[in-house]
């Protein structure tokens, strides 16, 4: 019996373990966000925005993190990053931008802690949002893929025009706008090897073959 505890006991240890294969680094269209929850600022911005640094695996892209540690803002080397974060990931609800991040830290950052701490974790989406190779804007604007009014966008055309730059598959996540019912593009997602830096193909994708990417919420 105790025998084959300790078989579910290693099983389970070793499952939660082998969980964590790849960073899902997610950024929102703020105007996307905004057109369905109750936004703190308008007009919203328009710059792509970190929602989350999400570490996943290739069947599963949301993990339940086993550890539990918990933000703290107190600790070291967290405050040299706040501008930085104030800017890239703001919370665009209403709220300070910090119960944003303690959201999304909890949530999501002690599923890889065993290789980055809190801090290592923003830094790391901070590194990949300031990285002009990952400007998603600039990347779409040049490709003439820009938000507008009402153009619809094909699927394969933004994820080419991003893979082309970058050398991977984006993933891309849409919401529908509740003021014109069009799916929209709301996300875009960059996946990374757990080691944070390089970027490799997303095995996820969301958006149906044609929608919306709005230029703003009053569409
Ligand atoms: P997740 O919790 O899986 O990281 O992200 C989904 C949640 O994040 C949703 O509840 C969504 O409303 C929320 N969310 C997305 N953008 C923002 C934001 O800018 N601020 C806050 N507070 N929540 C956000």
């Known amino acids: 019996m105790a025998h084959i505890h300790l078989i579910l006991l290693s099983t389970l240890i070793f499952s939660v373990n082998a969980q964590f294969e790849l960073f899902q680094m997610v950024q929102q269209w703020p105007p996307a966000t905004c057109t369905n929850v109750l936004c ?35 600790i070291q080397g967290f405050a040299a990053l706040e501008p930085l974060l104030t800017y890239h990931w703001p919370n665009l609800k209403r709220g300070k931008d910090k119960t944003f991040w303690r959201k999304e830290w909890n949530k ?78 709301h996300e875009i997602v960059l996946c990374f090897h757990k080691d944070g830096a390089t970027l490799i193909d997303c095995p996820f994708a969301d958006c149906p073959p044609r929608f919306a990417f709005y230029l703003s919420t009053s569409f």
């Open 40 to 74: 703190a600022r308008s007009p919203s911005p328009t710059r792509f925005t970190i929602h989350g640094l999400w570490p996943a695996n290739y069947t599963k892209r949301y993990l339940v993190c086993r550890q539990r540690t918990k933000f703290s803002e107190t």
């Open 108 to 185: 999501h950052g002690p599923c890889s802690e065993n290789v980055f701490n809190q801090v290592q974790y923003f830094q790391t989406a901070l590194n990949i949002r300031t990285n002009p190779r990952y400007d998603l804007l600039a990347i779409l604007n040049a490709a003439k893929l820009g938000p507008t009014g009402n153009t619809s966008r094909q699927y394969q055309v933004i994820k080419n025009a991003i893979q082309a730059a970058t050398g991977k598959k984006p993933g891309l996540r849409c919401n529908v706008n509740k003021n014109t019912k069009q799916t929209q593009l």
